[in-house]
């Protein structure tokens, strides 16, 4: 299966940083939030040991 490649906007990007550092604070339950309102801009994030992943929806 072939995986397309999507440009990210620069406020996902900034949310998904954002999102990153406070889960380096084990602040879950923000982290919970800006997950939230990355999927009501259209996008999922799914955490990894290596990381996360972006997917549009």
């Known amino acids: ?25 084990k602040d879950f339950a923000a982290s919970d939030k800006i997950r939230d309102e990355i999927a009501n801009k259209g996008w999922q994030i799914n955490d990894t040991k290596d990381g996360y992943k972006l997917k549009k929806l």
């Open 1 to 25: 299966m072939k995986q397309e490649t999507v440009e990210v906007p620069e406020d996902i990007l900034a949310l998904v940083e954002k999102r990153e550092k406070i889960r380096a604070e």
